[in-house]
């Protein structure tokens, strides 16, 4: 495949660059076949990237529908059959502006004052298009053989919430069109999984806009699900001797001032609020209120380590853009806690909190997952606590440790948190990116700025040092990933309706309501479908949206002989006594059975 690029030179694209530039091009395509359609179409940015490619554009009032992408698609297939060459200019900065204004591209204009002054600035066409553009890009339209138009988002100019909301239109491309059909699969997959569609289809979560972008809300059945997680990472907690708290969720700025935050991640807090004099914010973390709780008493060593836990509600102001669904929010809950202790006892306790964390991941069958030493970036004097020493032995003893620990990992620079070096373990959902599910900080920062102390064994006062660590990270995010991991399906401990009980007619209803009453004594998650709708409806609504593990479809037979036919939802029916279905039940919730 041969490319041009902004010198005017032609010649044979490197293998490596070949889907960028095929990428990049397409861009191109969409936004001409854009123009034609929408003559007043002004338009932003249109990178290529890991995924395919986008161009934020300025429709004015137009706002587009999926169908749309239909028709943008169409009109790029013409384009790519006329087979326009691309080509290739360069203009002096006040022209270039003045080209940009005639032909009405405000953005671009703007763009050009962002450059550098010694920028050059160049400009490839193709046909009766024409965009800024370093290039390269593919020489004819035609080599385009294999693209597709995927979403309509929105995003603001520059990544600026002060400025305006543009439309997004994505797309992809490949080399080949088996590469795109394989793609494409993938992308159905993911649909298929998307926790937003899964969790709307069950009715766990909701969200709407008169509450707020990025606030969503569980629903009875999601905060079901929300709950038996809870239940199920305190009592691990309560086991290894943490002593749960609940802290407010706000705090004044001076405490986020105290801890650093206020100077490190003010632009991720929501805005302070006054109230009497004071100000105060929404809490993004729970760090400064736990402090503030060891530093309530007098320590003694003998106390150490002291483990706090909570799950806690945060608040993050979060980009629009970023926004997904319970995954990724404004408002979450994070299953975190504080362990102060002496630095004799790091290495044990980080230990146990990989331990906990591997032996959470056991429970629920995650396997594909990799560790991560995230550490500062010493050339970066703005984002991290400014003191060499401190970092050095902070990364040396969590390095120390991980190493004695035999835990694999890989060290990523600029990652740390503010404070201190972390241990992240990303995991690799079924659809989409690795993300950060579990993580263990070291810190020695934030004990030293809220002045905490105890006693030791020689009755000296020292500092301790403090392990911030989650294990399910966010209740919200980590649900989120069961959803998309099991497609909803989850387990029987687990599933907020664990029985649909399906009477087959108005003749088994008696016997199907004493079945119901008998489960929802024993505190099974049952419900009864009494709909006067076809057993076939039913069943598929019971397996497709409910997702419910267990459906009995009592008839005649059943009713007269005391059985219940147990349909699983794989679609396998076994007739067996109600007893013996209890139990397999009961045992299969308490043992947390996948």
């Not at 609020?273 to 973390?285: A, I, W």
């Not at 009755?459 to 911030?468: A, D, M, R, S, Y």
């Amino acid at each position: 495949m041969k490319v041009i690029y902004n010198d005017g030179t032609v010649a044979e694209c490197p293998e490596e660059e070949k889907t960028h530039v095929l990428r990049h091009s397409a861009a191109h395509i969409m936004a001409q076949a854009i123009k034609r359609i929408y003559p007043n179409a002004d338009f932003a940015y249109g990178p290529a990237n890991e995924k395919g490619f986008y161009y934020d554009v300025d429709l004015g009032d137009i706002k587009l529908q999926d169908e749309d992408l239909q028709k943008i698609e169409d009109e790029m297939r013409k384009i790519v059959k006329e087979n326009l060459p691309f080509k290739t200019y360069e203009l002096p900065r006040a022209e270039a502006i003045k080209h940009m204004e005639e032909r009405g591209e405000k953005y671009k204009v703007e763009h050009i004052a962002d450059l550098p002054e010694d920028a050059r600035i160049t400009f490839f066409s193709q046909g009766d298009y024409v965009d800024m553009c370093v290039g390269p890009h593919i020489t004819y339209t035609k080599a385009l053989k294999a693209f597709k138009l995927t979403t309509i988002s929105g995003a603001y100019w520059k990544a600026d919430s002060n400025n305006k909301m543009l439309t997004r239109i994505n797309g992809t491309a490949f080399a080949t069109q088996e590469e795109l059909d394989a793609y494409l699969k993938e992308l159905q997959e993911a649909q298929e999984r998307d926790h937003r569609k899964i969790g709307k289809e069950m009715g766990l979560f909701m969200t709407d806009n008169l509450v707020g972008r990025g606030l969503p809300m569980f629903l009875s059945k999601g905060y079901t699900v929300w709950q038996e997680l809870e239940t199920y990472i305190k009592d691990k907690e309560r086991f290894l001797g943490y002593k749960h708290v609940m802290t407010p969720c706000v705090g004044t700025v001076d405490l986020y001032k105290t801890s650093g935050h206020w100077d490190h991640y003010k632009e991720n807090m929501f805005p302070a609020m006054e109230v009497e004099g004071e100000s105060f914010v929404l809490r993004p973390m729970n760090c400064p209120h736990h402090m503030r709780i060891y530093a309530n008493q007098p320590h003694s060593y003998r106390d150490l380590p002291l483990r706090i836990g909570e799950i806690a509600h945060d608040f993050r102001f979060e980009a629009s853009g970023t926004l997904k669904g319970i995954e990724r929010g404004r408002h979450f809950c994070q299953n975190d806690a504080h362990l102060f202790v002496t630095p004799e006892q790091i290495k044990g306790e980080v230990s146990a909190v990989c331990d906990l964390i591997f032996d959470v991941y056991k429970d629920f069958g995650i396997t594909d997952y990799r560790c991560v030493l995230s550490l500062r970036d010493p050339a970066d004097t703005k984002k991290y606590h400014p003191d060499d020493d401190m970092w050095n032995k902070a990364e040396d003893a969590l390095r120390e440790v991980l190493n004695d620990l035999k835990i694999d990992y890989t060290e990523e620079i600029g990652e740390a948190a503010f404070y201190g070096p972390k241990l992240d373990v990303n995991v690799k959902p079924a659809v989409g990116g690795e993300y950060t599910l579990s993580t263990c900080q070291l810190d020695f920062c934030l004990p030293a700025k809220f002045d905490l102390t105890y006693i030791d064994a020689d009755g000296q006062e020292k500092t301790p040092v403090v392990l911030h660590r989650a294990i399910l990270g966010s209740l919200d995010r980590f649900m989120a990933y069961l959803i998309e991991e099991t497609k909803g399906r989850f387990p029987l401990w687990l599933a907020p309706v664990q029985v649909k009980v399906i009477p087959v007619s108005e003749k088994t209803m008696d016997y199907s309501r004493d079945v119901y009453e008998k489960l929802r004594a024993m505190g099974v998650r049952v419900e009864i479908d009494e709909r006067n709708e076809k057993v076939g409806y039913k069943i598929r609504e019971a397996q497709q949206l409910d997702r419910a593990p267990y459906m009995l479809v009592l008839g005649p037979q059943e009713s007269e002989a005391g059985l219940v036919a147990v349909r699983n939802r794989d679609g396998e029916t076994t007739p067996m006594s109600f007893d013996d279905f209890a139990k397999k039940i009961e045992d299969e919730i308490k043992t947390k059975a996948r």
